[in-house]
């Protein structure tokens, strides 16, 4: 299995634009969570999806941002418009019945919103 | 008070060291236990989970006293490839998503 993907690794975007995370989960796994990572605070939990129905979104900072997950192999994190702040290491990790609660994370996409 | 707090450190040590970083944790009802690790500009990765006997792994050996909600890591015998930050993470009940500490960094030095 090639691990949980995740797409673009690096993104450098200008504040206001909008920006579109992507993630593919292992193969079989019915969880999956964003994170964001800073120096800061650390590993934040933003979203979390159980057979692609989000479960709890308490984590997403405002409006801005957003996640969907339209299958079982695919979700996205979108912020509109991106701020500096924003800037952060944004994590997507999934985890199967059979794991036993043990999370793998993806590569990880650093972003950079200047 | 946060969820999992953790000495950021970082620790430097020598090859060979022994090293311990402990962790504590705010919600008694919490079920599982690990210590993840992350190298630097990586993703974290499950290092070894954490049983209320207390389990071994090689050089690591992680403790768990539920009634301190305390959770430990000891490293013996210090390696170079040791260096990266280690994550105390906590499950509050079955099912929910994983809480991380902020993690302690290690470096082993030659």
């Known amino acids: 299995d090639a691990g949980v993907i995740q797409s673009p690794r690096h993104e450098v975007t200008e504040m206001g634009q909008e920006v579109t995370l992507r993630c593919k989960p292992i193969?079989?796994?019915?969880?999956l969570f964003w994170y964001r990572q800073t120096m800061m605070r650390g590993l934040e939990l933003l979203i979390y999806f159980n057979n692609n129905v989000p479960i709890d979104d308490s984590g997403m900072p405002e409006d801005r941002f957003s996640a969907k997950m339209p299958n079982a192999s695919f979700s996205t994190l979108k912020i509109q418009p991106s701020e500096p702040r924003d800037s952060a290491v944004y994590f997507c990790?999934?985890?199967?019945?059979?794991?036993?609660?043990?999370?793998?994370f993806g590569p990880g996409t650093r972003l950079l919103v200047l | 008070r946060k969820e999992v707090e953790q000495d950021p450190g970082p620790f430097n040590v020598p090859e060979g060291a022994t090293v311990a970083f402990n962790c504590t944790y705010s919600n008694s009802a919490s079920q599982s236990f690990f210590w993840y690790r992350q190298d630097c500009r990586k993703e974290p990765k499950l290092l070894m989970s954490?049983?209320?006997s207390g389990n071994e792994d090689g050089r690591f050996t992680a403790q768990l006293n539920r009634a301190s909600q305390y959770i430990s890591l000891l490293i013996r015998d210090s390696k170079l490839s040791d260096s990266a930050t280690y994550l105390c993470?906590?499950?509050?009940?079955?099912?929910?998503?994983?809480?991380f500490g902020k993690g302690t960094r290690l470096s082993v030095i030659a």
């Open positions: 993470v906590v499950t509050p009940s079955g099912n929910t998503p994983l809480v």
């Open positions: 193969s079989g796994h019915d969880y």
């Open positions: 954490v049983y209320s």
């Open positions: 990790a999934s985890r199967g019945w059979d794991s036993q609660e043990t999370q793998y």
